[in-house]
């Protein structure tokens, strides 16, 4: 079984930081792609950030330039980095990963509960 629990989300004034951090644990082999999506209501969920086991990056066109994201493979953990906070970042916030487990050879891929992210003055 595979756990991933973030933590970091809150209230932030417009132009504010915050910095997520998402950790997984339990029977893992190895992580490859992790990520960050969100959900604001009445959206589909969106892609925010990924980085693979060897750090490269992708990330939205509407946070380029803002948000950066890193991952700690020691401690199979991600973050992500949030600066020029905007009120439309305001969302529900997942990080996912891709796990294959140790008694496995199959990977599959996980979601953590949410953290909520709003952004107002």
């Known amino acids: 079984q595979v756990q991933l629990v973030e933590s970091g989300g809150g209230l932030v004034q417009p132009g504010g930081s915050l910095r997520l951090s998402c950790a997984a644990s339990?029977?893992?082999?190895?992580?490859?792609?992790m990520g960050w999506y969100r959900q604001a209501p009445g959206n589909q969920r969106e892609l925010v950030a990924r980085?693979?086991?060897?750090?490269?990056?992708n990330y939205a066109d509407s946070v380029k330039g803002r948000f950066t994201i890193s991952r700690d493979n020691a401690k199979n953990t991600v973050y992500l980095q949030m600066n020029s906070l905007k009120p439309e970042d305001t969302a529900v916030y997942y990080c996912?990963?891709?796990?294959?487990?140790?008694?496995?050879?199959?990977?599959?891929?996980?979601w953590g509960q949410g953290t909520q992210v709003t952004v107002s003055s």
């Open positions: 339990g029977s893992i082999s190895i992580i490859s792609a």
């Open positions: 996912d990963a891709y796990v294959i487990p140790i008694d496995s050879s199959l990977g599959s891929r996980y």
């Open positions: 980085i693979t086991n060897g750090g490269s990056t």
